[in-house]
């Protein structure tokens, strides 16, 4: 028979309370965890991120109940940047999936007791065939921690569930001790952002990785007016190119300067028909190079208020990118 709630109606002032008591709460439980990184977790902490670079298979992490919710989503982060790892349920593990498990992996299991009876199969197969095993867990003289080859010793926290049942705190320390050691891998292995592409192809994180070569205008495509050329002329190009803005060179091909159409709507006032582009362009563009993200790229638009950004290679234009190009990638 399910339990009759009787609801209570505090209101949005009471429900924003019990927010700020929760986010006070785990925030008390996360200062506690740097607290101990400070001290006695940093020798494990350190140990366990040595064999965990160290193995050449992967990183098999366990658990069950929420610790398993925590540890499926550990191995993802794990191997989206650089080391192989995959969660295996403890209980699919006792029935078949200890198969999955080779000896030059090494184990991640986590549980906040220490004691969940669904991990003893996966432990002791880890002990028998002397695959590394890193426990993640609050329960210091727990089955778990004296099998461990190495320990991540939990600091106890208190809960931010009023009756102290429901993990919250708890499992916002494991998330955020997982992922500290997903990170510290990352930078052991020299993990970079082209690395980091390549494990995330689609979407705006794909799109923000890519380099601007793979997406800027060349050729025919650049509008470009050399200097002395006339405002009627350079406002010819800009009209035809439709990127918002003509590069203007020197005599030897350098990029001397920009207009833009914001500078011919601030001139409209004058005759334009004998001023030359020289009166009026910006003498300092924002450039970026072949080799720069996208994400960076959208970022110079946004902080300079701008639509477009020459792309030079020791200061002579090779292309140009547009805010447009950006929103078709899918990176805005």
């Given at each position: 028979m399910n339990a009759r709630l009787v609801k209570r109606t505090g209101g949005p002032q009471a429900a924003t309370q019990s927010a700020l008591r929760t986010i006070s709460t785990e925030q008390a439980g996360m200062a506690a965890l740097a607290e101990a990184l400070e001290n006695g977790l940093a020798e494990p902490f350190g140990?366990?991120?040595?064999?965990?670079?160290?193995?050449?298979?992967?990183?098999?992490?366990?658990?069950?109940?929420k610790s398993g919710h925590i540890g499926s989503k550990l191995a993802a982060t794990l191997a989206s940047t650089g080391t192989p790892a995959f969660f295996v349920h403890p209980s699919e593990a006792n029935h078949g999936d200890l198969g999955m498990?080779?000896?030059?992996?090494?184990?991640?299991?986590?549980?906040?007791?220490?004691?969940?009876?669904?991990?003893?199969?996966?432990?002791?197969?880890?002990?028998?065939?002397?695959?590394?095993?890193?426990?993640?867990?609050?329960?210091?003289?727990?089955?778990?921690?004296?099998?461990?080859?190495?320990?991540?010793?939990?600091?106890?926290?208190?809960?931010?569930?009023?009756?102290?049942?429901a993990p919250t705190t708890s499992t916002l320390l494991q998330l955020a001790i997982g992922d500290a050691l997903a990170v510290a891998l990352l930078e052991e292995r020299g993990f970079t952002a082209e690395h980091f592409?390549?494990?995330?192809?689609?979407?705006?994180?794909g799109a923000n990785l890519t380099h601007i070569s793979?997406?800027?205008?060349?050729?025919?495509?650049?509008?470009?007016?050399?200097?002395?050329?006339?405002?009627?002329?350079?406002?010819?190009?800009?009209?035809k190119k439709k990127v918002g803005c003509v590069c203007i060179l020197?005599?030897?091909?350098?990029?001397?300067?920009?207009?833009?159409?914001?500078?011919?709507?601030?001139?409209?006032?004058?005759?334009?028909?004998?001023?030359?582009?020289?009166?009026?362009?910006?003498?300092?563009?924002?450039?970026?190079?072949?080799?720069?993200?996208?994400?960076?790229?959208?970022?110079?638009?946004?902080?300079?208020?701008?639509?477009?950004?020459?792309?030079?290679?020791?200061n002579r234009p090779v292309g140009i990118v547009h805010f447009h190009d950006f929103l078709r990638l899918g990176a805005v």
């Open positions: 140990r366990a991120v040595e064999v965990l670079a160290g193995i050449e298979g992967r990183v098999i992490v366990s658990g069950v109940g498990v080779a000896r030059d992996d090494a184990v991640i299991a986590m549980s906040w007791s220490g004691e969940s009876q669904e991990l003893k199969g996966i432990v002791a197969y880890a002990k028998r065939f002397s695959i590394p095993l890193i426990a993640i867990t609050a329960g210091e003289n727990s089955a778990l921690a004296k099998e461990a080859t190495v320990t991540l010793l939990l600091p106890r926290v208190q809960e931010a569930c009023p009756h102290g049942l592409r390549t494990f995330h192809p689609g979407g705006r994180l793979e997406v800027m205008r060349t050729g025919e495509q650049i509008p470009v007016a050399p200097r002395g050329t006339l405002m009627p002329e350079a406002v010819m190009t800009l009209s020197e005599t030897d091909g350098t990029l001397a300067g920009i207009i833009t159409d914001g500078d011919v709507a601030r001139n409209l006032q004058r005759d334009l028909r004998d001023v030359s582009v020289d009166e009026i362009m910006t003498p300092t563009p924002r450039t970026v190079s072949p080799e720069t993200l996208v994400g960076k790229a959208v970022a110079m638009l946004d902080e300079y208020r701008i639509s477009a950004l020459v792309v030079t290679d020791e």
